[in-house]
């Protein structure tokens, strides 16, 4: 029994006999500021290293290496600093054990690790097994073959962090009956189940947040059961037999707002959580899925789901056109061919080209590389017929105006386009409206901005003058709308990806937002 205060005990080595059990150290209630500093404790099977009951001191603890098939350290007091500590082969018992004192100043668990260690943490036996305690913060720790990792029952305002959980045979952490809580940044690796939680009372889990942590290799990622008013976003799922359930939830969310920041993939945004086996598309290539919404893994999410998993950035897009006479539409896809725009059209349907058909480009930059010189020029439709191959299999280059031809009047089709990875797409850029002796002033753009915007509003943002015109093309009626700078005319809406026209006597510059 430890009863004096401001103690310090380091540079010590136990060996335990085997055929007595006890307590190696016991502090008083009222001692005071106790410190264990590089100690070894080995080859006991029924000794308790440190036993703290009701402590309203500080305990420090670094720099432990136990080798004891007993529980190590039981500790409930106004504090503790539990670092640089390394816990092998605790047989059905913790390593760890953090109880609540009524005026507990902080837990820290940092930098430890566990190894072989054995308990079912229903049976509250795990590495570390914290009841009733609060304000505690677990980081950079390893579980490693363990059949559990953390067991918390009735925690409050704590923090799992940056620690790693690999072979667990029942959960990676355990949580009963507990809320204000923060899992953040973990891998669980062939773990049994990831996290789970269970309620002993309705909906007696609220207030957690999981999030950036890596699940792979798990028969369970998550496992979730009456959780609520709480939030699961910007983890990595991957190779899961189910990457997660979820029963009973009451306002769990799946994904935040979308919102710029860099994603567990890379991505730019923020928004849901990366699933393997989702299998919508991202259609404007920001980096969240925009279709079969929402994502509920296979029915094991019960209620709601992911509206905006990750998709790997610059996975693609699509667009959809008509095969009922002319078309146009904004490539967004890799710089590529004529011959290999049609052939992503025809992954949706089956297009027989005719005769007179064609897919074309307008050129406006003057820099092809088309052999001759007659194909360096601005203002020109340059057709591929398929058909027969004729015309120019051009280059296309992303944000380019595509034309299209097609009569077969067979339904709308679907252009997939493969995002050009040299390209950010969320940011703005610039074209310029020329008027040479080629285009006579004529210019196609594609209006990429995500933020729509009017035929007037882009004739100010260019300084366009009196007299200039622009048009968008109306995917309603297959026609073009025009407004004179001027003199007026239809001040249409023009949207996301929008085909515009314009005619100018200068050159106009204009600055197109990110999608």
């Known amino acids: 029994m430890v009863d004096a205060s401001n103690v310090t005990i380091k540079n010590l080595s136990f060996t335990c006999k085997d055929d007595i059990s006890g307590t190696v150290f016991e502090l008083s209630e009222t001692v005071n500021n106790t410190a264990f500093y590089n100690i070894s404790y080995e080859d006991s099977i029924d000794w308790e290293f440190l036993y703290v009951p009701d402590n309203e001191g500080y305990i420090t603890v670094d720099n432990l290496y136990s080798n004891s098939t007993y529980a190590v350290l039981d500790i409930t007091s106004v504090g503790a600093t539990i670092n640089n500590?390394?816990?092998?082969?605790?047989?059905?018992d913790y390593g760890i054990r953090l109880s609540y004192w009524e005026t507990i100043d902080h837990y820290y668990i940092t930098n430890c690790s566990f190894d072989n260690c054995t308990g079912n943490p229903s049976a509250e036996r795990s590495p570390i097994f914290s009841d009733y305690?609060?304000?505690?913060?677990?980081?950079?720790?390893?579980?490693?073959?363990?059949?559990?990792?953390?067991?918390?029952?009735?925690?409050?305002?704590?923090?799992?962090?940056?620690?790693?959980?690999?072979?667990?045979?029942?959960?990676?952490?355990?949580?009963?009956?507990?809320?204000?809580?923060?899992?953040?940044?973990?891998?669980?690796?062939?773990?049994?189940?990831?996290i789970e939680t269970h309620s002993t009372f309705a909906?007696?889990?609220?207030?957690?947040?999981?999030?950036?942590?890596?699940?792979?290799?798990?028969?369970?990622?998550?496992?979730?059961?009456?959780?609520?008013?709480?939030?699961?976003?910007?983890?990595?799922?991957?190779?899961?037999?189910?990457?997660?359930?979820?029963?009973?939830?009451?306002?769990?969310?799946?994904?935040?707002?979308?919102?710029?920041?860099?994603?567990i993939i890379g991505g730019e945004y923020l928004g849901g959580n990366y699933w393997d086996d989702y299998l919508g598309e991202d259609t404007n290539g920001d980096g969240l899925g925009d279709t079969l919404l929402p994502y509920n893994c296979s029915g094991n999410i019960t209620s709601g789901g992911d509206y905006l998993p990750l998709t790997e950035v610059g996975?693609?897009?699509?667009?959809?056109?008509?095969?009922?006479?002319?078309?146009?539409?904004?490539?967004?896809g890799q710089n590529t061919s004529a011959y290999s725009v049609t052939a992503e059209m025809n992954t949706s349907a089956t297009i027989t080209w005719n005769t007179g058909e064609f897919i074309a480009i307008w050129n406006e930059s003057g820099t092809w590389s088309e052999p001759g010189a007659a194909f360096a020029r601005n203002g020109t439709w340059y057709e591929y017929h398929v058909w027969n191959g004729s015309g120019y299999n051009?280059?296309?280059?992303?944000?380019?105006?595509?034309?299209?031809?097609?009569?077969?009047?067979?339904?709308?089709?679907?252009?997939?386009?493969?995002?050009?990875?040299?390209?950010?797409?969320?940011?703005?850029?610039?074209?310029?409206?020329?008027?040479?002796?080629?285009?006579?002033?004529?210019?196609?753009t594609g209006y990429?901005?995500?933020?729509?915007?009017?035929?007037?509003?882009?004739?100010?943002?260019?300084?366009?003058?009196?007299?200039?015109?622009?048009w968008y093309w109306n995917e309603t009626n297959y026609d073009w709308d025009g407004y004179v700078v001027g003199f007026g005319g239809t001040d249409a809406t023009v949207h996301e990806d929008d085909v515009v026209f314009t005619k100018v006597e200068a050159t106009r510059t204009w600055t197109i937002g990110g999608k």
């Open 85 to 92: 500590c390394d816990f092998n082969y605790v047989y059905n």
């Open 133 to 194: 305690a609060f304000k505690t913060t677990i980081d950079n720790c390893t579980f490693i073959h363990c059949e559990g990792g953390i067991t918390t029952d009735m925690i409050y305002s704590t923090t799992i962090s940056n620690s790693t959980f690999i072979d667990a045979l029942y959960s990676g952490i355990y949580m009963v009956d507990s809320h204000n809580n923060v899992i953040y940044n973990n891998t669980f690796i062939n773990c049994t189940k990831g």
């Open 203 to 263: 909906n007696s889990i609220y207030n957690l947040n999981i999030t950036r942590n890596n699940f792979t290799d798990c028969d369970y990622g998550l496992r979730l059961v009456e959780v609520d008013n709480s939030i699961v976003y910007n983890n990595y799922f991957s190779n899961n037999i189910i990457n997660a359930n979820a029963t009973d939830p009451v306002n769990l969310k799946w994904n935040t707002t979308k919102q710029l920041g860099t994603n």
């Open 315 to 332: 996975e693609g897009y699509t667009t959809t056109i008509r095969t009922a006479g002319i078309d146009y539409f904004v490539w967004l």
């Open 394 to 444: 051009w280059s296309i280059h992303t944000y380019d105006v595509v034309k299209v031809y097609i009569t077969d009047d067979t339904g709308d089709i679907t252009v997939n386009m493969t995002a050009n990875g040299d390209i950010n797409y969320a940011s703005s850029h610039t074209v310029y409206l020329t008027n040479t002796t080629d285009n006579r002033g004529g210019n196609f």
């Open 448 to 470: 990429t901005d995500n933020a729509q915007t009017t035929l007037s509003s882009i004739a100010t943002a260019t300084s366009m003058a009196s007299g200039e015109a622009l």
